[in-house]
């Protein structure tokens, strides 16, 4: 996906562990072990160590991590200085069920604006969301600072949407759609197609069936 002398898995697991280091920080803990880390996680305490030293992150005390340093430090590694902006691409049901799950939870990411086509949504307010018209995108995209888009139009527009997001500058790309995209190299673009990952959990949970463990 980019180029990052980090790899793409341990930034997953670098946000992964900063939302449960907040919600420790909420409830007043202060430290946590490793081990403790990778059990919430469902992985080795090594695999823990391995990803924070990646990192440069060393601190391990006797008390294990100090929660607040910790996140600090991840942050540091994960966020820009700036708020980053993102539109949606398709504000329907899932564009809106992503804009309300996501914005309002302090992210240095917030999605600010939305584009349709529907003259139902089109200049409408959607969930404190502005919704333009995909006509206007590149000018919105620049007037908004818009960095980062999610597509979640249908699938079979996906393909139309591509020029437009070249052209508009935009630097990352989260596609919802079954329709798989590809961008000109230094745009980051992630696929996440629902039904291939349902497929994969069904296809292991056959195998685990056929193939049972012992543990
Ligand atoms: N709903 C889900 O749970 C879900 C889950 C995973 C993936 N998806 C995928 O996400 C996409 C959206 O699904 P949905 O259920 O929200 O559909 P939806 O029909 O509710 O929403 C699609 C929205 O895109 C708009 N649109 C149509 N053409 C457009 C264009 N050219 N440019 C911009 N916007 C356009 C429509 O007006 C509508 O508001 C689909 O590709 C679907 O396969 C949906």
Redesign the pocket.
């Given at each position: 996906m980019a180029s990052s002398n980090i790899p793409e898995k341990t930034i997953e697991r670098l946000s992964e562990y900063r939302r449960t280091l907040l919600s420790c920080h909420k409830q007043g803990i202060t430290h946590i072990f490793s081990h403790v880390l990778a059990g919430i996680h469902g992985i080795t305490a090594v695999q823990v160590r391995r990803d924070l030293m990646l990192i440069g992150f060393s601190s391990d005390t006797k008390k294990g991590y100090d929660v607040k340093v910790l996140i600090d430090f991840i942050s540091n590694i994960l966020d820009s200085d700036t708020v980053t902006n993102i539109a949606v691409?398709?504000?329907?049901?899932?564009?809106q069920a992503i804009t309300k799950y996501f914005n309002g939870r302090g992210l240095k990411l917030k999605i600010t604006t939305a584009?349709?086509?529907?003259p139902a949504?089109v200049g409408q307010t959607i969930d404190g969301i502005p919704c333009h018209h995909?006509e206007t995108f590149e000018e919105v995209v620049e007037d908004k600072d818009i960095d980062i888009v999610i597509v979640?139009?249908?699938?079979r527009?996906?393909d139309?949407?591509v020029v437009p997001i070249v052209n508009a500058g935009i630097k990352g790309v989260l596609n919802?759609?079954?329709r798989p995209l590809n961008f000109p190299r230094g745009i980051v673009v992630e696929n996440y197609d629902?039904t291939t990952l349902l497929e994969k959990v069904a296809y292991f949970v056959k195998e685990n069936e056929e193939n049972p463990t012992d543990d």
């Open positions: 691409i398709g504000m329907g049901h899932l564009g584009f349709d086509i529907d949504k995909m979640s139009s249908p699938s527009v996906a139309e949407l919802f759609t079954s629902i």
